[in-house]
């Protein structure tokens, strides 16, 4: 037993699972290609300043959670706790808010948290942002984009949209003050981390899990009252254009997401199949975030997906199965491996998509079946002496009760593709 380990909350993904990962990100691929949207692959370390401006000094991410450290020359730099303000510092820095822009970004994201089920120390995003847009029909379209995201993956009965309208920063402010107010009188009551947050970060306590602060903010102040005359219009808009689309939504007035650059409509999708980490999408408008950066006023709006859970959802799935080996190649010797090779070499050119896999190590028949038995492969192709003498190869289905047939090598490619059409009804 070696005494190294992976640091903890940074986890390996195994093969057995990266299966997954791959399936996810195909899926994602192709959904943001026919949305429109381009990517971009931005540092994994950037200035420790960028996010606390950005993020907001008194969050939990940047208090207590950032993995932050000096370069040789004395620069604060952390590891990016979140990808927004990278990609916002992206597009002022290289003057991409002159056009509307339609972005989308992934990769490891890292926070010191107490790891557990669908949330580690090193996490994995994918973010997607939309800039120079104004009208809620960005924040439709980017809804619509999660959704489909989750129709391709198969989750999406899995999911909740819950959505909300925090308003313009100062409707928000009187809110603050309301709330606080409200909350003082009743400070004994609040749970230890509201308690700390009533004079940091006051929102964030109506996203508290404490099932005695909630109960106190049935009777607290509604965001909804102080929202400005322009939000309301743009929530409205927003929810009548997701109604247009067939887009189920539940209007949660308590969702006020944990950054502080967000502005009137934010979101989330929830599901009840992963426990206490529920909220598997996020995001919302943080339309004063690009001139915090330096550029002019650009509105945006995006969202991001913790992938971790993304894929416990996807394991989650009955459907959901290993991919197969299609094809097992098994040789009697030295001497057949080196008449199979460029053979074999062939057919993965002409199968383009088709799994198959060589055996390497030698072994008798008996073993080599044995590995492509389990390897799930549909047909073994078998070169011996017989078929370097007459230059063809022996199939023997491994799924079927179909015979084994030995073929010209000039043919083998046309029958395999016939019989994989044939098995997926094409």
Known sequence: MTDYRSVRGMVDILPEDTF??????????????????????????????????????????????????????????????????????????????????????????FRYERPQKGRQRQFHQLGVEGFGVATPDLDAELILVSNALWRGLGVRELLTLEVNSIGSPAARGLFREALVEFLSDHRTTLDDDSQRRLETNPLRILDSKNVDTQALLTDAPALSDFLDEQSRDDFAALLAMLTAAGQPYVVNERLVRGLDYYNKTV??????????????????RYDGLVTQFGGRDTPAAGFAIGLERLVLLLKGLEAQSVPQTDIYVVTADAKSQL?????????????????????????????????????????????????????????????????????????????????????NGE
């Open 20 to 109: 997954l990962w791959q399936q996810l990100e195909a899926v994602m691929g192709t959904v943001l290609q026919q949305y429109g949207y381009q990517e971009i692959r931005l540092p994994i370390i950037e200035a420790t300043q960028l996010f606390s401006r950005s993020i907001g000094e008194v969050t939990d991410i940047v208090e207590k959670e950032m993995y932050t450290f000096a370069d040789r020359n004395g620069e604060s730099l952390s590891l990016r706790p979140e990808g927004t303000a990278s990609c916002v510092r992206a597009v002022v820095q290289h003057n991409l808010q002159q056009t509307v822009q339609k972005l989308w970004y992934q990769g490891p994201m």
């Open 267 to 284: 979101f989330e999708w929830t599901t009840d199949a992963l426990g206490a980490q529920g909220t598997v999408c996020g995001g919302g």
């Open 339 to 423: 008449h199979a090779l460029p053979r074999v070499e062939a057919l993965r050119q002409a199968l383009p998509g088709r799994a198959i896999q060589a055996h390497l190590g030698g072994g008798s028949f008996k073993s080599q079946f044995k590995r492509a038995d389990r390897s799930g492969a549909r047909f073994a192709l078998v070169y011996g002496e017989s078929e370097q003498a007459t230059e063809s190869v022996t199939l023997k289905p491994l799924r079927s009760e179909g015979e084994q047939v030995t073929l010209p090598d000039n043919k083998v490619a046309a029958f395999l593709a016939e019989s994989f059409a044939g098995a």
